[in-house]
C-alpha cells in the first residue's frame, strides 16, 4: 500500500514538472519490476541522454544500483526514483565499463553519500574516455555534463561479491568487448551486461573489439542468466 501510494504521488508530480520543464529531460521511463521480479527496477533517460539505462536491486535495508547515466541530471533523477519507489537509500552503484553513460553520474551519487565502484581495468580506462567524449560532447550539453573527471573507486582486478543494503551480487571482471574492459553483474539469475548487450537498439560500435566482443557473449551465455538487462533496450530472457 506504501509502494503503491508513493508511485501514484510520484507519477503526479512527474507529470506536473514535465509541462515546465526543460525537453530535454522529457520521455524518461521507469520500470517497477522486471520481469514479475520486484527487487529489480529500471531507469531508462530520455532520448537527449540516448535512452540510457541503469538499475537498482532492492535488498532489506538498501538499494544497489547499476551505472550511473550519461547526463549528471539524468543521474538524480535516477536515484530519486529508485529511493522514492522503494523507500530505501541506495548505498552502492557499480560501474560496468568506460562509457559516459555508465559513469557520467558518479560524482553526483557521491554527494548523495552513495559509494561508486568498478573494476581496476575499468578505472584505468575512464580518463581518456572522459577526455575523448567530453570534446565531443561538453558544449551540446554544457552545464548537464560533468567538468572534473567523474572516477569510480575501485574493488580491486578480480571477480569477487560485493554487498550493500542486505543484498549482494557477483561483479565479474572481464575483457575487452564495446569497451577495452568490462564488469558484468550477477544476482540470482539476473545479469546486467551494460553495452555488451543491446535489445531493440543498435550497439555503439566505435571502439568495439569485435572478436573479443564475441568471447565476452560467450562468457555471458556460460552464466546461463534466467533474465538479462542490457544497457539499452528492454530487458529479457536469455533470448535477449
Known sequence: MHR???IMGLLAVLSVSCASSSPRLMGAQVTLASHADA??????????????????????????????QFLPSAAEEFVTWAEAVTGKKAELAIVLHANPDKFNGTDVLR??????????????????????????????????????LPLPD??????????????TVKA??????????????????????????ANDAHSWLEIG???????????????????????????GDCLV
Open 209 to 235: 573489439r569485435t572478436e573479443a566482443w564475441l568471447q565476452r557473449l560467450e562468457e555471458l551465455t556460460a552464466l546461463r542468466p534466467k533474465w538479462v538487462h542490457p544497457g539499452r533496450g528492454p530487458s
Open 154 to 167: 575501485s574493488f580491486g582486478g578480480q571477480t569477487t561479491e560485493l554487498s550493500a543494503g542486505g543484498v
Open 111 to 148: 554527494k548523495r553519500g552513495i559509494r561508486v565502484v568498478t573494476s581496476d581495468q575499468v578505472r584505468a580506462s575512464i580518463p581518456a574516455i572522459h577526455e575523448k567524449r567530453t570534446r565531443a560532447f561538453a558544449a551540446r550539453y554544457a552545464p548537464d555534463y560533468p567538468e572534473a
Open 172 to 197: 565479474h571482471v572481464l575483457g575487452a568487448g564495446c569497451s577495452e574492459a568490462h564488469v558484468v553483474v550477477e544476482f540470482d539469475g539476473h545479469v546486467f551486461p551494460g553495452d555488451l548487450v
Open 4 to 6: 503503491r501510494a508513493v
Open 39 to 68: 527487487r529489480v527496477g529500471t531507469y531508462v533517460s530520455s532520448p537527449w541522454g540516448f535512452s540510457t539505462s541503469s538499475y537498482w536491486i532492492e535488498g532489506p535495508t538498501g538499494l544497489i544500483l547499476v551505472d550511473t
